[in-house]
Nanobody, 123 residues
Framework: QVQLVESGGGSVQAGGSLRLSCAAS?????MGWFRQAPGKEREGVAS???????TYADSVKGRFTISKDNAENTLYLQMNSLKPEDTAMYYC????????????????????WGKGTQVTVSS
């Protein structure tokens, strides 16, 4: 069983930065950050494999960086140049399923989820 606890959300003005953290217990192979805005479907933001390979959504490429400290078993998301459209609840997720390799930004392959942390970007 994997448990995930996010932290680091908050309110920031457009152009600002935030760093999200996700403390994980248990072994994971695939981890990712997802977000869900009110009235919208949950979408993948960034994912990382245990070997360090990363995938980003087009909307965040060049602005967000996903990283993982394997020794501390902690996942990070550095978010720079934030925009109002980045406002959402951000979730950390993990998976051992091979389907996460094929669809790293799809929510379905991930079977472990944190409770989320709110990010609000004002214009």
């Amino acid at each position: 069983q994997v448990q995930l606890v996010e932290s680091g959300g908050g309110s920031v003005q457009a152009g600002g930065s935030l760093r999200l953290s996700c403390a994980a217990s248990g072994y994971t192979v695939y981890m990712g950050w997802f977000r869900q805005a009110p009235g919208k479907e949950r979408e993948g933001v960034a994912s990382i494999r245990r070997d360090g390979s990363t995938t980003y959504a087009d909307s965040v490429k060049g602005r967000f960086t996903i990283s993982k400290d394997n020794a501390e078993n902690t996942l990070y998301l550095q978010m720079n140049s934030l925009k109002p459209e980045d406002t959402a609840m951000y979730y950390c997720a993990a998976s051992l399923r091979a389907s996460a390799l094929l669809r790293p930004l799809a929510p379905v392959p991930y079977n472990y989820w944190g409770k989320g942390t709110q990010v609000t970007v004002s214009s």
